[in-house]
């Protein structure tokens, strides 16, 4: 695995930072947001200086009950190839379910959801990830993600499973120590145990970042400061293994880049003191954790696992946003702070990717947003969705005249000369899918 060093997750709105930061050794950027015919020039300086660029999915959704699509994947090897990156990352998680598989309403999660840790699960990740693998140019690594919620039902602790995949496949592991953490404090799991039963000498690289604690809940917001438990974490897997890399995620709530920097010098540090601890104890490389698993022979998904796992997926994502029952044995109030967390991320992505909205509603923005997302669940994306929520608003009569023309003006560049409302057919398909939902 090539060593990376310490890096940065690459944003817009800290690229100039980055760039003037000393000791950046590779960026990380969300790969759904690079443009190839449009790559920012701070990305490409970097590059031309010999920073390492690896992207980083969020969109593939591999622990989803169906196969990878396709598009999604071509797209993520055309992006490894462009920034002529040393491999590819993305999640254990979904983020869509329903469709065919199901014969019910696609859903769009707009957020990473966690997977059963259940040998069904584990049976559809191997094969998805083998899928993955097959479709990609270069390595692929895979992330433990962060949840507010388990599933009933589990068979496998985080690093029993994680190791079984890695063991199945051969894929290598990004360990995320924040969601460790968040892990812990939301659902109890140990952190050292996770890391003691982990094939350490597969991790590519790790992630750090922030978060906040709220009414017992640990919320993953990638937008605090990193907190000493994370830094804790880490220098606990440094003392286990030295990782080819680490990098510290801020996605928004930018500070200065003097606190950035700070930020990455107490990585290091906790990275020195875990390297410390291990020569102390006269520790391996690997420590006292699982060893290295190698790959063994790919098994075909039993019969009806796909279809069972779809429609577990599809019962839980409707009752997270689309207000359906939900299933048995879920924590009900832990459904209920994810459901409130999926509506806000979805309100704050909508207002980046379409700003004229937020622009025009001011304060009104997120109320009439949260309100409009309680009763229509995402089915095509964050930049469907601000047409769609666009669509409402004019549909509403609720608008002020000047807001209503700047809207519609706004809308009509993007979506054509006549709001869909206006067609009859979209009625129909539009009043179908409420029916279907249950609305």
Not at 235 to 240: I, K, M, Q, V, Y
Not at 386 to 391: G, I, K, R, T
Request: charged residues 25%; glycine residues 10%; contains cysteine.
């Amino acid at each position: 695995m090539q060593r990376l060093g310490t890096g940065i997750g690459w944003r817009p709105e800290i690229a100039d930072a980055v760039e003037a930061m000393p000791g950046i050794d590779w960026v990380e950027v969300v790969a759904e947001n690079v443009c190839l015919g449009h790559l920012p020039d701070s990305l490409r300086r970097l590059r031309e200086r010999g920073v390492t660029v690896v992207p980083h999915g969020v969109a593939l959704g591999l622990g989803g009950a169906d196969r990878p699509d396709p598009g999604r994947l071509s797209a993520l090897a055309e992006r490894a190839e462009a920034l002529g990156s040393p491999l590819v990352t993305e999640h254990i998680a979904f983020v869509r379910a329903g469709g065919p598989l199901t014969a019910s309403p696609r859903l769009e999660a707009g957020h990473l959801l966690p997977v059963p840790r259940t040998r069904d699960a584990l049976d559809v990740l191997c094969e998805n990830v083998r899928i993955a693998q097959d479709a990609l140019p270069v390595p692929l690594a895979v992330e433990n993600i962060a949840a507010l919620f388990s599933w009933p039902g589990e068979e496998m602790t985080e690093g029993q499973f994680l190791y079984e995949l890695a063991d199945r496949t051969g894929v290598r592991l990004l360990i995320d120590v924040a969601n460790l953490h968040t892990n812990h404090v939301n659902r109890g799991e140990d952190p050292a145990k996770a890391l003691a039963e982990l094939p350490v000498e597969a991790i590519a690289y790790v992630h750090v970042a922030g978060g906040f604690e709220r009414d017992g809940v640990w919320h993953d917001s990638h937008a605090h400061p990193v907190p000493r438990p994370v830094l804790d974490i880490l220098t606990d897997l440094a003392s286990r293994v030295a990782p080819a890399g680490v990098l510290l995620e801020r996605d928004e709530n930018f500070p200065e880049p003097a606190e950035l920097e700070g930020e990455l010098a107490a990585i290091r540090e906790a990275l020195r003191k875990g390297r410390g601890q291990s020569r102390a104890a006269g520790a391996a490389t690997a420590g006292t954790s699982a060893p290295r698993p190698v790959a063994t022979a790919a098994t075909a998904v039993p019969d009806g696992v796909r279809e069972r796992l779809g429609l577990a997926q599809a019962a839980l994502l409707s009752a997270l946003v689309a207000g359906t029952p939900a299933p048995e044995g879920f924590d009900r109030a832990r459904l209920r702070v994810q459901t409130r967390a999926l509506a806000g991320k979805r309100a704050g992505v909508v207002a980046k990717v379409a700003p004229e909205l937020p622009e025009l509603l001011g304060d009104a923005y997120r109320t009439e947003f949260l309100a409009y997302a309680h009763r229509r669940p995402m089915t095509g994306g964050y930049r469907r969705d601000a047409l769609d929520f666009a669509e409402h608003l004019l549909d509403s009569g609720r608008l002020q005249a000047r807001v209503r023309r700047e809207m519609r003006a706004w809308w009509r560049e993007r979506s054509g000369p006549a709001p869909r409302s206006a067609r009859p057919a979209a009625r129909l398909a539009r009043g179908a899918r409420r029916v279907l939902l249950g609305r």
